[in-house]
């Protein structure tokens, strides 16, 4: 007999047609005897067991006749794992990590927390898989995993097994998905069998069932039971596959404590047909073959419903991209502009942006003067005027006049697809009551089987007759969908609605944590200040000055701004620049060795004392709420200037308002402590810090977290990207640097503290509908779990309650308070 062999993986045989039936082999060959590949063992079978009788000869003979009828046409859903394997889908679309590559799939079909619990089961059922995270809202699977031990066409043929589909990338904003397309067909058929159903209820009802042996009522029923295998087999299919499949695992895992959500409705849903099925049969007993087909039918519409609902809800922040153009108007050598797709402008490209359209990348204007509207990425409603010079954005829109803009910064290196990417590769951490809602959702199932058990128990000696009617109604009526959608969903609309409003949330964690924040550290410049400060006053050499700003010119702080401004950078070339964060910086320019920053770190710079008269201007200047900053040429000290950086106007009233709410607010800056102090007393900050380092700010909120407090930390600079991340919240603010962005946990676009307030408040009010929702929930199930235990719900009234639920729970996370707008 000849024996078949499975080979290990080779790549270069994958794409190789089978020796017998053409197909591609894929990543796992079956060997003939004689050695050659085919795509499965039932193949190489077939070849071996033709080639031993003799007609193999005969066989490749009519494939070179008709080469073409062997090959089957691939389904859509077979491209598509395909092009999981392509080598440009791996090379745009996945990223390298430690351990192998980190690629981003979106999955159609899950719909719930045990949705999750299934697809992050990839690590431990996929050998090459080492990481996988599900974020629900968005259906997008980050995946970690090792190319030369698995394929990313393996995943997703792995999570097919349970009715899932992964694709390389999602449909446009504002599209139904393949997932919401075909179960909206689902819905249809189902609905039109149901309705057909209840026609044929309704004469039985009327007294048609009055004998069921009677002709007409028996061909009533069995028309019934015609209409109702294809609503269970085709409508209920989903349902099974699932419960199915999660049954297989637990079988595995030896453990039932991660059983589907749709576990349950399986159970219900074959109880209820199979009993009525054999009434049909026997012609005895009552028939609910109507509670069936519209209980289907209306599992099915809050299915969809869901689907909707959470595509709409996270789409909010992928509608950042769609602020930015696909084409541009790019200038050629000749001056004139043609218009080219987005991908052809790189940095350093000139781009025409006429009135009332986009502007298409991050640059600065070379010529015209116009009034740019911004509100899409800082929420500031007055439009802002641009001259030569001025910094653009992408996703503003040019409002009066023609532009130039030398760009910059295209694609996802702008402010906006970094925004993007900051919102999509930060970490997917569930709250805390989210991974408690999982855990209780898994926890209910059992209850659920445990309690089914129970009440079949109870009513085979009580009722014999009505238990399946009761027990099917248990199992329906007591679906925990509605608590395992509630906190998903209501987070999810929530992060949608505050993305819409300018607040960016990179983790559904951030969103809990807000609401436990007791204590604000702020930072001063760009945060509370306007953070265009101005050399409000000079002392010394005018010559040192403008050395000090054309070294200045090399530096991105709000201070170096002001030299430029105030006095241009020709002063000479400039070398050999080192900046120290928080403190100032130092270089060589025009051949003269330069130190510029806080009057204290410049003294550790030179032997030479601090001149009386340079100490006493300084100290007058902190007295007058100015920044001051002293300058050491060649190693003497030759003057300084006073910065000014005004309040902003609502700084005082937000800080009052965070303290009514009883959270603390401290104060933590890198400026003079005479500032700081002359700012704190200004906006009635009683804990403030100045002159302090970055290191020196992650400290003091370190130290603030071991008193037991839960801290943000609110910023825009680098030298505040340290405390950040220290924080239990960090929030940086618009206009504020990719360091700050980076380490921070929420992102408003508008500068300053205004929308911090608003965030709190947002915050507070998504977590009160969490808890809501789940009180409605577990309310609603425990009083179902009773009726349906006592023998007070019929199968058709729990199908109607069943899915009222899922639509009551969606209902409310959709409509909840937080992050509306307020009307003026």
């Not at 009533?220 to 269970?232: C, D, E, K, N, T």
């Amino acid at each position: 007999m000849t024996t078949t062999v499975l080979s290990p993986p080779r790549d270069a045989e994958a794409d190789a047609p089978c020796a017998h039936c053409a197909l591609p082999v894929g990543p796992r060959p079956a060997r003939t005897a004689a050695g050659e590949a085919c795509c499965c063992t039932g193949c190489a079978v077939v070849r071996d067991a033709l080639a031993e009788a003799g007609f193999q000869a005969t066989v490749d003979r009519l494939r070179e006749v008709a080469p073409g009828r062997r090959e089957r046409p691939q389904t859509p859903e077979a491209l598509a794992l395909a092009e999981l394997d392509h080598a440009a889908f791996l090379e745009s679309s996945t990223r390298p990590v430690d351990g192998g590559r980190e690629a981003d799939l979106f999955v159609d079909g899950v719909h719930c927390a045990a949705c999750v619990w299934v697809v992050e089961r990839l690590p431990h059922e996929m050998p090459g898989v080492t990481a996988a995270r599900l974020d629900l809202p968005r259906a997008r699977l980050t995946l970690t995993f090792d190319p030369e031990r698995v394929r990313l066409s393996e995943v997703g043929r792995w999570l097919a097994r349970f009715g899932y589909a992964a694709r390389p990338s999602r449909p446009e904003a504002g599209t139904a998905t393949d997932a919401e397309r075909a179960l909206l067909v689902r819905m249809g058929i189902a609905w039109a069998l149901a309705g057909n159903v209840m026609l044929i209820a309704f004469a039985l009802y009327s007294g048609l069932d009055a004998d069921p042996t009677a002709p007409l009522a028996s061909a009533a029923r069995w028309l019934s039971l015609a209409l109702i295998v294809p609503a269970v087999g085709y409508g209920a299919a989903p349902f099974f596959l699932r419960a199915w499949a999660s049954a297989q695992a637990a079988w595995r895992a030896r453990s039932v404590r991660h059983l589907h959500l749709d576990t349950p409705i399986a159970l219900g849903i074959a109880v209820g047909a199979g009993q009525s099925a054999w009434a049909t049969v026997t012609g005895r007993g009552e028939v609910w073959f109507d509670s069936v087909a519209v209980l289907i039918a209306a599992l099915l519409t809050a299915r969809w419903l869901q689907l909707r609902s959470r595509r709409r809800a996270g789409e909010a922040s992928e509608r950042l991209l769609a602020l930015v153009p696909r084409v541009a108007r790019r200038v050629g050598p000749d001056g004139t502009a043609s218009a080219v797709d987005l991908g052809e402008i790189r940095p350093g490209d000139l781009v025409e942006v006429p009135p009332g359209e986009v502007v298409p990348v991050d640059g600065a204007v070379e010529t015209g003067a116009s009034r740019l509207d911004r509100a899409a990425l800082t929420g500031e409603a007055r439009p802002e005027p641009v001259r030569p010079g001025d910094a653009v954005e992408a996703g503003t829109t040019n409002l009066t006049a023609p532009l130039r803009v030398r760009a910059v910064a295209v694609g996802e290196a702008t402010r906006v697809g970094r925004l993007l990417a900051w919102v999509e590769r930060g970490e997917v951490r569930r709250a805390p009551v989210v991974l408690w809602a999982d855990r209780l959702g898994g926890a209910f199932v059992l209850a659920v089987l445990a309690l089914a058990a129970a009440t079949a128990a109870l009513w085979a000696v009580l009722d014999p007759a009505q238990m399946p009617s009761h027990l099917a109604a248990l199992l329906v009526i007591t679906c925990p969908c509605a608590l395992g959608m509630a906190t998903p969903l209501a987070l999810s609309v929530a992060s949608g609605r505050a993305a819409r409003a300018g607040v960016f949330v990179k983790s559904e964690e951030a969103v809990q944590r807000l609401t436990e924040v007791d204590t604000v550290v702020l930072d001063k410049t760009g945060t509370l200040t306007e953070g265009r400060m101005d050399l409000a006053e000079t002392h010394g050499s005018e010559a040192a000055i403008d050395l000090a700003a054309a070294l200045e010119a090399h530096a991105t702080h709000p201070v170096a701004d002001a030299f430029v401004r105030a006095r241009g950078a020709g002063a000479g070339p400039v070398t050999c620049v080192e900046a120290e964060a928080g403190a100032g910086i130092r270089g060589v320019v025009a051949g003269h060795a330069v130190v510029v920053g806080r009057p204290d770190w410049v003294a550790g710079q030179t032997p030479s004392p601090l001149p009386a008269d340079l100490r006493h201007a300084f100290r007058g200047a902190a007295e007058r709420g100015r920044t001051p900053v002293a300058i050491v040429v060649d190693g003497a000290w030759a003057g300084g200037v006073g910065v000014g950086d005004r309040l902003r106007p609502e700084a005082a009233a937000l800080v009052r308002r965070l303290q009514a709410d009883g959270t603390a607010v401290h104060l933590l800056s890198g400026d003079d402590p005479a500032v700081v102090a002359a700012v704190a007393r200004e906006l009635g900050i009683a804990e403030a810090h100045g002159g302090v380092s970055p290191e020196a700010k992650r400290d003091r909120i370190a130290a603030l977290q071991a008193e037991g407090r839960v801290v943000a930390m609110v910023g825009d600079g680098v030298n505040d990207a340290a405390a950040l991340r220290q924080a239990d919240v960090g929030v940086a603010v618009g206009g504020g640097s990719t360091a700050a962005l980076v380490a921070a946990d929420v992102f408003l676009t508008r500068p300053g503290i205004g929308a911090l307030v608003e965030t709190l408040d947002g915050a507070g009010q998504a977590m009160q509908t969490v808890r809501r929702l789940l009180a409605l929930s577990l309310a609603y199930n425990v009083l179902g779990a009773s009726a349906a235990l006592a023998g007070l719900v019929t199968p058709l009234v729990a199908a109607a309650a069943m899915p009222v639920s899922s639509l009551a729970v969606v209902g409310l996370a959709l409509t909840q308070p937080s992050f509306r707008r307020r009307r003026p």
